[in-house]
């Protein structure tokens, strides 16, 4: 049996730990990860897209655990009562082979963004940073707003969105959990939200190369974490704000960032930096208050990767027994899968006057046979 | 929710169905796919690969379905107890990116294996073919022998493996279902069991360039079912037959054959005829009795498409419902996912003072605050 977590499960697991919790713990197996960036067989994410979205895989292994999430992207589907991003993945033993797990990643994916930029931030952000602008109010936005609030300290989140109910939504949302002493303010613009923040998080999902953030918004020492910019021709900031002299762009995996990161809009050498660099110190975060440093975050198999891991073993550690899936048959003899196959009851029905094809493909089989 | 197909799922479909009838209709469902190659996203699987095995993604879409699998190929498994070749699939809905359906590929993959070396055989044998040499008699080997059987009209197996208990499995599980009229030889040597075949099947397993075909073997007419060469350094065929200037060399799809297949062996521009054009009328499968053809088979994403298509169809037809799990969230307002996450009872759960992350941590970034 392979376990198996779906959403009513990771709803238990995640209210029993807590978000916040969760995704604290999250960011720590996440930068444990990145920390051994070479140990992992990296590639760009495999992408169908179509004229209404797309649908990634995106495999990852460091030679002991593998795994690989499903991901699509679909702007449209709110219409339609539907959700934009749906995810699940798998990991596996490499050992063997097998699958170890299957796991709802709606929720991860929307939990794993923000610890990740969170993790990002408390390297890239100048120390006390307490006012975020979150433009873009949607599905990831109480992710956002909950991780800067309990990793970072944040304690003035400053909102906006181009749908005022979606605002509304995100801060009776936050209302509602009490967190630590923290100042909601409603913006009636992007420019109005992002005045004065020490960080600014764009988390807005049209697929189309938008100017969610304009150059003159922009102030020195400002920490940018651009999440909703995250495929081809989906981008949120203009390419000059990635272009000023005191800017400093951190990425998780270059050569995918390249194609999908806000960078897919400037040249093919323009220089950043790997967030595993930065992990392990051998690269720098910030070097000065007045640098503006932009995470330009596209959402990596490796965060997957460790989000799974962490998820098994969370699962694991609860007393109640864990749900399990027949995904992978168990044979007394690995050879005889067919025997595995047809029980034992249909030994009759499949006498030889039972196995006749319909007659119309009786007849083209006849003929191809020459009988 | 997500249809869900396990393994017990799939043992009352076949079982009810029958494993031949099952084979027969997914050919042709194989085919009507196929004959539509052009409108097929296609590229070479995604592989992963240890000392010990593989693990691969395989996905494709025709712009309206989208399908990928997860396979691997571990040979040692065996020895522990464990499946060689473990897989299981998803379809999903290109207009959302939803999936669709959740289905094991194990006993699938078997069946449509098969199902696709049957459906070239029956443009790339000799008519009248009757006797076929069956090498390697692993888990693969019964559903070969019955594909064959029902859609060929093979009356005589002949059965080699270099593992005798497997070759008595085969039999067993063959005399069990009875088939038409079918006449079963145990031989003693790969040369004896091929000698006098119409068609000869090799589903060995060992991870490595084997020669379990030498040119001497090989008649004037013969058809060759290549099918347990399929991943980089692990070939069947000594490559002087595929070099035979009577040869015909069909395969599923030639770039990623060209990886994997028996002509891995072969120079880089080998000439190689898709089994689509063969389908469509556009190539020849075999132009004399005497040539000799070779399907190289490796498995393609496009074969799993089919397949999942067809079980999709298949589980929904039956009159009792169809098991489903909760692997996608369906919330009321798609942009209020955090909402539907943390459940109401956790609210209490959740005020401030429980958010607190754990000693340790809180220091650390009590620290990077500067507090």
Redesign the interface.
Known sequence: MVD?I???R??EL???I????FM?ALA?EIEHDYRRWGEF?K?PR?A?H?P????E?M?T?D?RL?S?K?V???PK??A?????V?A?G?L?D??????LL?S?M??TT?LRTAAMSALAA?RMAR??SRVMALIG????S??QAIAFN????VRELRLYDT?SR?TL?LER?LL?????GLRIVRCSSTAEAVRGADIVTTVTADKRNAVILTPAMIEPGMHINAVGGDCPGKTELHPDILRRPDARVIVEFAPQCRIEGEIQQLEEGFPVTELSDVLSGAGVARASANEVTIFDSVGFALTDFSALRYLHRLNREQRVAAPA?????E?D???????????E???T????G??S??AD?RRA?DS????
């Open positions: 198996y779906g959403v009513e990771v709803q995640v209210t029993h807590g978000p916040a919790r604290e720590a067989e590639s495999h169908v179509s209404v979205g797309v649908i895989l495999p292994s030679g593998y690989f499903y699509n992207g679909h589907n709110t339609a009562g539907l959700l934009t749906t699940f798998v596996s490499v050992e063997t082979g097998y699958p299957l709802e709606t929720f929307a408390r120390p006390n109010n949607g599905a990831q109480e992710f309990h990793m970072l300290g749908d979606a939504k949302n509602k959990l009490g967190l630590h899936i027949d995904l992978v048959p044979l003899d690995p050879k005889d899968l067919f025997g595995d196959l047809v029980r009851s249909s030994v029905f499949q006498a030889p039972a196995w094809a319909p493909i089989a191809r046979l020459g009988s």
